[in-house]
């Protein structure tokens, strides 16, 4: 390492002495040659104002141009710091656009029961919904109490059944999806059904989405407004039931819409449609384009290892699964990628610990380009409008009696009725933009020098070019003059011999 250092030491010594050697083989140009070039470049320079100082005869219009000059350059010197400092702020502004189409891209949908497991399974197993809660902490973060009878009689659970699956159990005892709960469907006058629909976990169970990105082929579009999906769900009550105690009293279907290339996240943005109910959905599609940063907050690069595009939900959900498979050693199956999966003993013992501790940690974060999942620089929503009316009238009710064979009081206790359409053919495109590109602040920079100087790139050019000529000279007249400032000094020991002799004497 030491050679090194002393090669590159070497090296820079040599380089000096041969540039000192060059100059000094130059020669100084006379001074009346110096003062010459000054006054030709004073009187041919593009930087107005300067030949003025140079070739006025009366001292008093010299200084007045000289006062002149120096103002403008002051100014000069403010406007372009100004603008250098209102750059590098980073402003941005929001463009709204709206586009007309013809036939515009059907939102994804999922739909989920409120009352997530059939009755006779949890009244056998009633262990479930808390095994449930913690299973499903990965998606929606909850406390788990460790004091509650559920805690006992899940500990005592989990060391009597340890092959029990609970992604089976859930699977077979949700909720599902056929010709009994969805008695209709219908997308855009065609008919729809249960093989529509794509089997999702959410923190509610079994779910189902319509229009599920995995088939891209098939994704739907609608060109008229005011028609899209409509479904008609029997909840069924009876045969479907959940746990009070844990907040689930109501009724109903919960769904969110979201785009079909993201993951369903129903924790504030899910939306409810209770029984007896008719509820009408009108959606706009808006889409939002982000800056990167330093302007705005998002990071181009950002890439998924188990979605096809980026989203905060998706992000959030691998960092999640990162964390937990480091720590725990395994996957838990709500959570995206390949790896062993936790079982439940893992999931109490572990998994939900180092969810606690990512959370008061803040290891997976959203928002800011800093944090572990930044915004994405584009995010399609759907903003919903929602009205509801009382489902079935009386005439309709006897004919749907009549027609599913069940009583009044079944249908209005178990039927929900949901309609889901485009207000308008139309997009709204949100898009910042940055306030001030590199080419405007050129331009910028540009004006104010012709404004205050007459100055260009080529003024800039001729300035550099004289600096850099009388620097040239300066090294030359240095490496002339100090040698011969060394040769004609005395030597300091000649003294001191001269003062010896004379004290002898």
Not at 61 to 79: A, C, D, M, N
Not at 206 to 232: D, M, P
Not at 289 to 297: A, D, F, L, N, S
Not at 442 to 459: E, H, K, P, Y
Request: proline share 5%; with cysteine; aromatic share 12%.
């Amino acid at each position: 390492m030491e050679q090194f250092e002393k090669s590159n030491t070497q090296a820079k010594k040599g380089l000096l002495e041969k540039i000192k050697l060059y100059l000094s083989k130059k020669t100084l140009p006379p001074h009346t040659d110096r003062r010459k070039f000054d006054h030709d470049f004073a009187i041919s320079t593009s930087f107005h104002g300067v030949h003025n100082i140079v070739r006025n005869p009366s001292r008093i219009r010299k200084v007045i141009w000289l006062l002149v000059v120096l103002g403008s350059i002051s100014l000069l010197v403010w406007q372009v710091y100004s603008r250098l400092v209102n750059y590098f702020r980073w402003p941005t502004t929001t463009s709204m656009e709206v586009q007309y189409v013809e036939k515009i891209e059907f939102p994804a949908v999922t739909f989920c029961n409120l009352n997530r497991f059939q009755a006779g399974a949890a009244a056998t197993f009633g262990i479930i919904f808390f095994l449930w809660n913690i299973v499903s902490k990965v998606l929606h973060l909850q406390e788990i109490s460790t004091n509650s009878t559920g805690s006992k009689e899940a500990i005592d659970f989990l060391a009597s059944e340890r092959n029990f699956s609970i992604t089976e159990f859930v699977k077979e005892n949700g909720f599902y999806l056929n010709s009994s709960t969805l008695l209709e469907c219908e997308f855009f006058g065609k008919p729809c059904g249960p093989e529509d629909f794509a089997h999702v976990f959410t923190e509610y169970g079994n779910c189902f989405t319509f229009n599920h990105g995995e088939n891209i082929q098939a994704k739907e579009k609608v060109s008229v407004s005011g028609r899209g999906l409509h479904l008609l769900f029997n909840v069924n009550q009876e045969e479907f039931t959940d746990d009070p105690t844990l907040g689930f009293v109501d009724a109903g279907i919960t769904f969110v819409i979201h785009s079909p290339m993201k993951v369903p996240q129903f924790d504030g943005l899910g939306l409810s449609s209770p029984v007896g109910m008719h509820t009408r959905v009108t959606i706009r599609q808006v889409k939002t384009v982000h800056q990167e940063y330093p302007w705005g907050e998002c990071n181009p690069h950002m890439k998924l290892q188990n979605f096809r595009t980026y989203s905060t939900s998706g992000c959030l959900q691998e960092c999640k699964a990162w964390h937990i498979k480091k720590q725990c050693g395994c996957l838990p199956f709500l959570l995206p990628g390949n790896g062993i999966e936790c079982d439940l003993q893992k999931f109490y013992n572990c998994v939900s610990p180092i969810l606690d501790h990512i959370e008061i940690k803040g290891l997976c974060t959203v928002g800011t380009h800093n944090s572990s999942c930044p915004v994405p620089c584009e995010e399609t929503e759907y903003p919903a409008f929602i009205s509801y009316s009382t489902f079935p009238s009386q005439k309709a009710l006897k004919y749907l009696s009549k027609k599913l064979n069940q009583s009044q009081q079944y249908i209005r206790e178990n039927l929900v009725n949901i309609e889901i359409n485009y207000s308008d053919l139309n997009y709204k495109i949100t898009q910042q933009q940055k306030a001030v590109s590199v080419s405007e602040l050129l331009a910028d920079v540009g004006g104010q020098l012709g404004l205050f100087c007459g100055a260009s790139v080529i003024t800039i050019i001729e300035i550099i070019e004289y600096i850099f000529t009388n620097f040239y000279w300066i090294c030359i007249l240095f490496l002339l003059k100090i040698p011969e400032m060394a040769q004609g000094a005395p030597a300091p020991q000649n003294h001191l011999g001269n003062k010896d002799s004379i004290e002898v004497c």
